[in-house]
């Protein structure tokens, strides 16, 4: 009977195996990949489903403790999925700058649970054909995952503007089939459906977003060399901007940069330490441009920086931290300088006025830092 049982989990085992061989030999390990922890976080979770299975089913021979153990460590794999799941979702739909605090946030849930799981009871119900978990560790453990389950549901659907049509299929429908098989599972636990729920979730991201096809078509938005966002990204952002304020007003505002001396770094010291300055320069704007929507390198050294609804005197004072930043970073021959243009109003689809109303001030920038930095000027 136990065999019977543990079938679905088995199936469940295989194809999640499976996603994560091919994934882990066809896939450029460079880029960072969420799938694979989203996948091997729900192996984890299945295995254990089994083997907790198994366990409350042979109460006679099994200590208690192993049986308590064995469903702390299920929840436990199941918040971590659900918990990467959160965070893949909240890099989908949230401003960089928001991104970081956001997953600071998906920490709680998980870490109450853990805190409380060791003394939280559990109970052991005999069921229609198999026993199951019940008890306080149990509601505990559901309910962690279902502020996981809300949070996700509800960025996606708030969110939704922002993501294309193929994102939109993948996160919607994957987060209501948590919520689905969660829902089932605390109606008729001897379903046990939470293990066959991550694993068609798994099937669903690979299908659609995190196949290795899907992956280079995003590396296609992302500058290598920076860790921004490219070109192609940023006129991407143009386009879905140009498209959601056709009728509704916003004030944007833009920040060009330019970085001086990459020419003489080049030229003096190889291409290896220019591309380690442009490095630095990217990871310095990031770093500091913390209301920004999104960093973009659009040029060899220039880069790109779109606020919405921007706080004035808070870009100012972004600006101002660049700089900072700029003057204490020593790891180069040459002064790490970046020039910068900011100019702000209201958004005008098709109309590119207030960006090179900031590439006007980015020059006139450029043109005062070579004349109290002469050694950045190419000769």
């Not at 066809?26 to 083997?51: C, N, P, Q, W």
Request: charged content about 20%.
């Amino acid at each position: 009977m136990a065999l019977l049982i543990i079938r679905e989990e088995v199936v469940c085992i295989f194809v999640l195996v499976f996603l994560i061989a091919y994934k882990h030999f066809y896939h450029d390990k460079s880029v960072e990949d969420t799938f694979m922890r989203i996948a091997l976080f729900a192996l984890g979770h299945v295995m254990f489903d089994m083997l907790t299975v198994i366990s409350v089913n042979h109460q006679d021979i099994i200590p208690s403790i192993t049986n308590k153990v064995l469903h702390m460590l299920l929840y436990y794999f199941g918040l971590l999925f659900i918990m990467e799941f959160y965070n893949y979702v909240v890099k989908l739909t949230m401003a960089h700058n928001l991104v970081k605090k956001m997953r600071y946030i998906g920490y709680i849930p998980i870490s109450v649970f853990v805190l409380l799981s060791s003394v939280l009871p559990v109970e052991y119900i005999e069921g229609n054909g198999t026993n199951y978990s019940f008890g306080p560790l149990v509601f505990a453990g559901y309910a962690a995952f279902a502020i996981y389950c809300t949070a996700c549901l509800g960025l996606a659907i708030y969110k939704r503007s922002s993501l294309d049509l193929k994102t939109q299929l993948a996160v919607l429908p994957t987060t209501v089939m948590m919520v689905v098989a969660v829902l089932v599972q605390v109606i008729i636990p001897e379903l046990l459906m939470t293990g066959a729920g991550v694993t068609l979730v798994c099937i669903g991201l690979f299908v659609t977003v995190n196949n290795p096809v899907e992956t280079y078509i995003e590396q296609a938005f992302w500058d290598e060399a920076s860790g921004v966002r490219n070109k192609n990204a940023f006129r991407k952002q143009i386009e879905y901007m140009n498209r959601k304020y056709e009728t509704k007003k916003v004030e944007v505002g833009y920040i060009v940069a330019d970085m001086n001396g990459l020419k003489v770094i080049n030229d003096r010291y190889g291409h290896d330490e220019g591309d380690k300055l442009i490095k630095a320069a990217a990871t310095v704007m990031l770093a500091n441009f913390k209301t920004a929507y999104h960093v973009y390198r659009i040029g060899g050294d220039e880069f790109a920086v779109i606020y919405i609804s921007p706080d004035e005197a808070v870009v100012r004072q972004e600006i101002e931290n660049v700089r900072a930043a700029c003057d204490k970073y020593k790891d180069s021959p040459i002064t790490l300088s970046i020039a910068m243009g900011y100019a702000s109003g209201t958004y005008v689809p098709d109309s590119m006025e207030i960006y090179n109303k900031a590439d006007e001030f980015m020059y006139e920038d450029k043109a005062e830092i070579k004349k109290n930095h002469p050694e950045l000027c190419a000769r």
